[in-house]
């Protein structure tokens, strides 16, 4: 029970104050008189200004409220390591015991974990989350069981919002040691072909940031798409220099990876990963046209409008057996570089198109010769084909029928016919998603003109009547070719009932040929979605089976996959750590980052007190050790009243609540009623009874 006194005036307070100014000159000037009776008129006039002020004795009833104690528990990745996940156990076990023998505090269990919402340990967001409900004179302390890294500390501890201090207990060894990767400004990008250079550093932490026995050199590998480019001797410390190619358009990924350490405390951040974005530049395209047509302006125009594409068009319009006369100074044409271009600077072209050509004598067979041995070493092919490959001077008549596909019966159909999908058209990435294929008939117009072919290997990605091959791919050794036994591919571009996907069907086609890698028919790819992770398996084949994820810690995991469209098998799973995850399936092999690449989380791993020994001072806590696993000692838990010392030898303090519940409030006026009354009538008798003697 609490006793005051309350003032609930009669009058407003303005009112009052003159009539106390009026009450006090008055008093004052009896006083001075030294009249009979001045200190009893005084005395009245005192009590007047009182009663007004309505004076009255309270009495509170109040339940004290039990004090508060957020015991906030790391469960971020760092502390997966080792045994600091036995440790925290233990150590909660012990707080818990303690805390029970003080049943005037409540305790609050705060767990904070780290995810791919959030870029290293923040206990003092999840504090806030879970204190945001508590008043802060019921807040007695806060207990911290980390180990020490965290990322969210507050400048300034006042914007806590509350008065309490904060111990934390330290989990941990004293003698770790870790070894990580340390980039300095990756390149996010670079020219296809052209080298890069990346500096690093490899970085050693010991317990409470110490110095330890620094290690000698260190053998560090570098990757690129999971596939090893070089390895150095590097000394920790030092920063390194290394360039690295820039393979192939899209992303390239790039790791670098330094042995563990012995008795490191992790290997899961030995790797650091970058992607580097290839870009191709200025792709060399020769297309030479066998005589003018119809479709010819086709394939220019797709090419010419690839801001990408160096196009070189030839188009022959006049033959060697052309002679009618016509002197050569008077023909506005120029002469065919066959040369230079077959010969000399035939490895300069990313991709050679012929556009219905024949064998005329306008290309000695040699040259034939250099182009199939272009395609053997990389180069690209590409043959759209049309009465001309029936003929006596098909192209397959010269050295590169070795590298083509199909060969050709001699027959040509003509004939109207909706061309179609196989089913390896289904499932090849040129094709797959051709806009209007799903339909019967496909949403696109006829063709009227198809050369018969026996085709030998490759890939038949479209058919024509009778399903006659019309598309058909192969590789061949480290190049790619490409046979269209059609060439009215032309009524798609100019419209002719309305025309079809023209555009991207042979633009994929082109860069499929170029070896775009979002393009390959087999494939695996791999993309996060929160803390999941999404595998991808394209594939001509059947199901290609199971993929093995590997995560940051080395734990491996069996991914099963289903087909979601044809050629194409997905599965997902969970995860529960940040960093690098690989996904391998037979020579295939991808990564997938869980939360940023360079993770905070996972940069400094050993214990160390320093990042929270600020705060924790501030705030009058301390810091203890816990011990090692199966031997982890807390030290004993006071309370101790505001304004003491709140930790000592051994033990940490909590401060008591101050807050209480009010069920009720007994008032009684002290110049009101009968007694206020009394007290007036015996002041003013008082004052009658001097002044009458």
Not at 454 to 461: A, E, I, S, T
Request: charged fraction near 25%; hydrophobic fraction near 40%.
């Amino acid at each position: 029970m609490n006793l005051s006194i309350a003032f609930n005036p009669h009058l407003d307070l303005v009112w009052l104050a003159i009539l106390g100014a009026i009450a006090a000159v008055a008093a004052i000037a009896a006083l001075l008189s030294r009249g009979k009776g001045s200190v009893l008129r005084a005395g009245l006039l005192c009590l007047l200004v009182i009663a007004l002020m309505n004076p009255s004795m309270r009495s509170e009833d109040r339940e004290p409220l039990p004090g508060v104690v957020a015991v906030v528990l790391d469960r971020s990745q760092s502390q997966t390591l080792d045994q600091r996940e036995a440790q925290t156990d233990e150590v909660r076990a012990q707080i818990d015991a303690r805390l029970a023998r003080m049943p005037d505090m409540d305790v609050r269990w705060i767990t904070a974990t780290s995810g791919t919402g959030s870029d290293g340990t923040e206990l003092f967001e999840a504090l806030s989350r879970g204190m945001a409900d508590v008043p802060s004179d019921r807040i007695g302390g806060v207990i911290l069981v980390t180990d020490g890294r965290v990322h969210d500390i507050p400048a300034n501890m006042a914007n806590l919002g509350f008065d309490a201090p904060v111990h934390v207990l330290l989990t941990g060894r004293e003698d770790e040691r870790d070894r990580r990767v340390v980039l300095h400004n990756p390149p996010r990008f670079g020219i296809v072909g052209e080298e890069k250079t990346v500096n690093f550093r490899i970085v050693e932490t010991f317990s409470d940031d110490g110095a330890g026995t620094p290690s000698g050199r260190v053998r560090v590998t570098i990757r690129r798409d999971g596939q090893d480019l070089a390895t150095r001797m590097v000394t920790p410390g030092e920063t390194v220099s290394e360039n690295i190619e820039v393979a192939h358009g899209g992303q390239n990924i790039f790791e670098v990876e330094v042995e563990e350490a012995e008795n490191e405390i992790t290997g899961a951040n030995n790797r650091a990963v970058f992607v580097t974005e290839g870009i191709r530049q200025n792709l060399r395209v020769l297309l030479v046209s066998g005589e003018p047509h119809a479709g010819e302006r086709a394939w220019r125009n797709i090419l010419k409008s690839d801001a990408t594409v160096d196009l070189v068009h030839f188009t022959i319009l006049r033959p060697p057996e052309k002679q009618d006369g016509t002197p050569i100074s008077q023909l506005s044409l120029i002469a065919f570089p066959t040369r230079e271009l077959f010969q000399e600077k035939i490895d300069e072209f990313d991709l050679i198109i012929f556009d219905r050509y024949q064998r005329r004598g306008v290309l000695p067979v040699l040259y034939f010769d250099n182009i199939a041995e272009y395609v053997r070493n990389g180069g690209a092919l590409l043959v759209a084909a049309g009465p001309d490959y029936a003929s006596s001077g098909s192209l397959y008549r010269t050295p590169l029928a070795q590298v083509l596909p199909a060969e050709p019966t001699g027959s040509v159909t003509e004939e109207p016919y909706h061309p179609r999908l196989s089913d390896q058209g289904d499932r090849h990435p040129i094709t797959a998603e051709l806009e209007g294929a799903q339909q019967e008939p496909p949403a696109w117009s006829r063709w009227f003109r198809q050369v018969q072919a026996q085709v030998d290997r490759g890939n038949v990605l479209m058919n024509g009547p009778d399903d006659q091959p019309l598309l058909v791919v192969s590789r061949e050794d480290e190049g790619r070719v490409a046979l269209f036994l059609s060439d009215h591919t032309w009524l798609w571009a100019r419209g002719f009932e309305g025309g079809g996907p023209y555009v991207g069907l042979l633009r994929r086609l082109s860069h499929w040929l170029m070896k775009e890698p979002v393009l390959e028919e087999e494939a695996l790819t791999a993309r996060t979605r929160g803390n999941s992770i999404v595998v991808s398996r394209r594939t001509m084949g059947d199901n290609p089976g199971p993929v093995r994820v590997t995560a940051p810690d080395d734990f491996e995991q069996d991914v099963q996959l289903t087909e979601s469209q044809p050629g194409l098998f997905e599965g997902s799973m969970q995860t529960s750590l940040l960093g690098l995850y690989r996904i391998t399936q037979g020579e295939l092999t991808t990564l997938a980052s869980v939360g940023p690449l360079d993770p905070r989380e996972l940069t400094e791993v050993t214990r160390s007190s320093l990042p929270l020994s600020p705060a924790v001072e501030a705030t009058g806590g301390a810091i203890f050790e816990t011990g090692p696993a199966g031997d982890v000692s807390v030290p004993r838990i006071l309370p101790v009243r505001p304004g003491g010392t709140y930790a000592g030898n051994g033990w940490i303090g909590i401060k008591p609540s101050t807050a209480s519940v009010l069920h009720g409030v007994d008032a009684l006026a002290l110049l009101g009623g009968l007694l206020g009354m009394l007290l007036l009538l015996a002041a003013l008798a008082g004052t009658w009874y001097r002044e009458g003697r």
